[in-house]
């Protein structure tokens, strides 16, 4: 049980990696605050796995790109578990497209959620975590971020902007005994790598060096990994889950 008497926030944590992360840490005894977007019924779902496991969870619906919802949220979450020791920035967007076709709103709405959320999130989270003088950031990125993919200018981007984003924020709060670190998921079977139909997924794991896609739970076993004590001593790292697609 390395995350028992941890109170874990995981925005995304409804479905895909975001609900395998929850359940991962919550086996680990960690009580779980589940941020969700908009699927009530995914969320209360997974509560509902969550709690069978024995310990505390709570869902909170937010947008994690409206700064005042973040503050908010937060606030109501600290109240109701007391504190947070773990934060995961998961919660992300996709809207592909060709630069020379891609719509300003499809930027943006892309931006707003996968970089300007996380760090919004990590605003609020590490007051909470200083004053404590412990805690751990972790956030999920993408290989596309240190590679690039074409048609995922908005989606790259933003997910380069996390890295930098992780790097800052391990040098700002190290002295503080906080850690924040990245995982980069290469592709993963959820529901936005089958946005990309079955031919593109078929054509990525033959580029793929262990020849098959990842599973939420290889992304999952990571995040407890760098949620625990056994991690002190790993900050601004970006730990690449992907099959070997990105050496």
Do not use: W
């Not at 975590?129 to 972790?138: N, Q, Y």
């Amino acid at each position: 049980m390395m995350l028992k008497n941890k109170t874990a926030l995981i925005t995304g944590g409804s479905r895909g990696i975001g609900k395998a992360i929850a359940v991962a840490m919550a086996q680990q005894g960690a009580d779980i605050a589940v941020v969700y977007s908009g699927n009530e019924k995914a969320a209360q779902e997974t509560i509902d796995e969550l709690c069978t496991l024995g310990v505390r969870a709570e869902s909170y619906r937010c947008n994690v790109a409206d700064f005042e919802e973040v503050a908010e949220t937060v606030k109501k979450i600290v109240s109701h578990f007391g504190t947070i020791d773990i934060l995961v920035n998961n919660a992300g967007i996709t809207r592909d497209n060709l630069i020379l076709m891609m719509k300003k709103q499809d930027f943006d709405e892309v931006i707003d959620t996968n970089l300007k959320g996380a760090f919004y999130m990590t605003n609020q989270v590490s007051g909470v975590m200083l004053r404590k003088k412990k805690g751990r950031i972790i956030n999920i990125t993408s290989v596309s971020g240190m590679m690039g993919n074409a048609g995922q200018a908005n989606y790259a981007a933003s997910k380069a902007g996390v890295i930098g984003l992780t790097k800052t924020t391990a040098k700002e709060l190290a002295s503080r005994g906080i850690t924040c670190n990245a995982i980069a998921p290469g592709f993963v079977e959820t529901d936005m790598a089958k946005k990309l139909g079955e031919e593109k997924l078929a054509e990525a794991k033959k580029v793929i060096p262990l020849g098959r896609l990842g599973q939420p739970e290889d992304i999952a076993n990571a995040a407890v990994f760098l949620a625990a004590d056994s991690a002190s001593y790993i900050t601004g790292v970006v730990l690449k889950v992907d099959g070997g697609l990105y050496i």
